[in-house]
């Protein structure tokens, strides 16, 4: 069983508190692991920022949207009830509870921000979405973010190999690797390079070199050019190399790149926006929020 929304747990969640007896969440989510038959493997999905775990935000959530509809309460931090309300909607035996369920209470509709008419009634909240607000930012903030990198993509696409070059060393030193720009861009050749467009230091002290191509292609990066990069680090009794380009590496080349003895990390150009979006290389920041919680620990009282 996949991990259920947060609206599909709501009534599995009030049920739980049916005896009327307070119930920490810990316990509470542990009888719902149960009841969904979810996988460790599920429990340990996490939202794309890596802050909380999936099940664990649908549950929280769930346990939000009932308490503003005042079907439970918290008589005390981390333990929950339920309240007359919740015990009147369990004895309607509904079939399913959820944020439509949830508009027939004035609080609900004050919490999502319903709309009023002139004579004051309440008029029904936009039917949130199964996912939870978190999830809704994360698919939004993942949207901007590849909008980003396409439009990434196509303006290093329109820049000279030079630049491209130089626009790799840029990332790699932001990224950590050692040395000064100026020996991180010094070229190993020209036209004669052989396949090897420049070099940088793995640290700071310089203990290992790393042997770069930078290729800003349309098409396909096949076998033969990492065999032709692989020849070239051998001609410099190298050991490793970054092989990076702007389109995409076939099946084969990536392959062949984790079978041979020299290291040899491939970075297409989705990775290769990625990278430079993370390290803040070509983009500049636009606007932060921030998502806050309550500090649990500020109100514990000995």
């Known amino acids: 069983m996949s991990i259920p929304d947060y609206q599909s747990i709501m009534l599995p969640f009030l049920a739980l508190l049916a005896d ?38 649908r549950v929280g959530w769930a346990r939000t949207y009932l308490k503003k509809a005042g079907l439970l309460e918290s008589p005390q931090r ?5 309240t007359p309300r919740g015990q009147d909607m369990l004895a309607s035996q509904p079939t399913r509870i959820d944020a ?32 939870t607000p978190e999830e809704v ?8 973010r590849g909008a980003l990198a396409n439009e990434l ?53 310089g203990l290992d070199i790393i042997y770069i191509q930078a290729k800003c292609w349309e098409g396909t990066v096949g076998r033969p050019e990492i065999q032709k990069f692989a020849g070239a680090l051998q001609g410099q009794r190298a050991r490793k190399g970054i092989f990076i380009t702007t389109s995409s590496f076939s ?27 993370d390290n803040n290389v070509g983009v500049a920041p636009l606007v932060a929020y921030e998502i806050k919680r309550i500090d649990t620990d500020y109100f514990w009282e000995e």
């Open 20 to 57: 009327g007896q307070s119930h920490k969440l810990a316990e509470i989510r542990g009888s719902l692991i149960k009841q969904f038959k979810l996988t460790d493997a599920e429990l340990a999905e996490i939202l794309p920022s890596g802050n909380q775990g999936i099940f664990e935000n």
């Open 78 to 82: 981390g333990l929950f009830r339920i």
């Open 100 to 131: 439509k369920t949830l508009r027939q209470f004035p609080e609900f509709l004050e919490f999502v921000g319903a709309n009023q008419t002139k004579d004051d009634t309440p008029q029904p909240a936009e039917m949130p979405d199964l996912e």
């Open 137 to 144: 930012l994360e698919a939004a903030h993942q949207k901007l």
């Open 153 to 205: 993509l196509d303006t290093i696409k329109k820049s000279s190999p030079r630049f491209f070059e130089r626009l790799v060393i840029d990332l790699l030193l932001t990224m950590g690797y050692g040395g000064s720009r100026k020996e991180a861009g010094e070229a190993i050749g020209k036209s004669g390079d052989e396949g090897i467009d420049g070099i940088i230091k793995e640290d700071k002290l």
């Open 251 to 277: 099946r084969e080349a990536r392959d062949y790149a984790t079978a041979i003895d020299s290291k040899i990390i491939l970075i297409d150009g989705e990775r290769l926006a990625a990278l430079m979006i």
